[in-house]
């Protein structure tokens, strides 16, 4: 009885202490624990912000008077014409497809997150800069390893998407758009974008991980928490801080990206333009034409919406999961 008093006791202490730190490194992490926890509340907050992804992908594809319609107007014709399950579209290819490419982005992001900050160790940097440095080289590799399958997800997904509209082809589901992409144009349809992706999403991740990691810290510091620091923060104060810093960094990559994120969607899902095979520079183009230079912001609201709920809720979700999945035994020191 003793001994199981005793376990508990140190189970209780354990995950109080886990529920007080505000940085968990990835040795401290049960890794099933964490991917199977991180499947289920990814996939539910996926859930809720999906209806902005599909309003925004619309308003980006949309020509002609469509194009100048409103996150709201699309909203409402979208729910009149296909009702609940028109917001939904795409939505379950998008969170079982979703899945593993999740496991290999957070991986990846823990890894080389715990990796970069021990070897900035090596160099005079402060504290916050180690911290800001460490976040983005852990996101532009998670987003480096993790486009090699998230783009043909996208692609997949983005045309289920736009069916309904005019010109848009129709698909009887993911298998359907994967078996037409592949029979006319070969694997390469699949990764459409891959390389726009690549130059401009990694950098975009790193930007994100790093405001998110440099805000966290000003913030932290701000509320008289350091490295020397005897007190720890609050269940509340944690969420609050994390959210706020969440929201800064995702509001500031929606206004970076969404030039560029207009010209991959509109690549990724529109056949041609009568002019052969779609790329970057034919789709800029075309853009231009058809809206001059606030085309590239067609879906900014919804976008901007999404890339801050997204931020916000996806870290307070992120860091709910490390200190859910933290192991029983011992701790490692907290990084403000």
Not at 263 to 284: A, E, H
């Amino acid at each position: 009885m003793a001994a199981a008093a005793a376990a508990e006791t140190s189970e209780a202490s354990t995950a109080g202490l886990a529920l007080a730190d505000a940085n968990i490194n990835w040795e401290r992490l049960d890794k099933t624990r964490f991917h199977v926890i991180g499947a289920i509340l990814f996939t539910a907050q996926q859930g809720a912000l999906h209806p902005t992804a599909v309003v925004k992908t619309r308003m980006q594809v949309a020509e002609g008077g469509l194009s100048h319609m409103s996150g709201f107007t699309v909203f409402r014709r979208i729910l009149r014409s296909d009702g609940i399950p028109g917001i939904f579209r795409g939505f379950g290819t998008s969170a079982v497809g979703a899945l593993p490419g999740r496991v290999l982005a957070l991986t990846s992001l823990e890894v080389s997150k715990e990796m970069a900050f021990k070897y900035s160790e090596h160099y005079d940097m402060s504290e916050a800069s180690r911290i800001a440095v460490a976040n983005g080289v852990a996101g532009l590799v998670s987003s480096v390893f993790s486009s090699a399958y998230f783009v043909p997800l996208d692609v997949i997904c983005q045309r289920l998407m736009v069916q309904g509209l005019p010109g848009m082809p129709t698909y009887r589901g993911p298998f359907d758009v994967i078996n037409k992409v592949v029979r006319t144009e070969g694997l390469r349809g699949l990764y459409r974008g891959f390389g726009i992706t690549m130059l401009t999403q990694s950098p975009a991740s790193a930007l994100w991980w790093s405001a998110y990691g440099g805000a966290q810290h000003a913030i932290w510091r701000s509320l008289g928490y350091g490295i020397d620091s005897q007190k720890k923060p609050s269940q509340s104060e944690l969420v609050v801080v994390q959210a706020t810093a969440g929201t800064i960094a995702g509001a500031c990559s929606s206004i970076i990206t969404t030039p560029i994120d207009t010209i991959k969607t509109r690549l990724q899902v529109m056949d041609n333009y009568g002019r052969g095979r779609p790329s970057v520079m034919k789709t800029t183009r075309v853009l231009l034409e058809e809206d001059g230079w606030r085309g590239f912001y067609r879906g900014f609201g919804p976008r901007f919406l999404n890339m801050s709920l997204w931020g916000t809720s996806m870290i307070v979700t992120y860091e709910l999961i490390k200190r859910l999945s933290v192991k029983p035994e011992g701790s490692v020191p907290t990084r403000w």
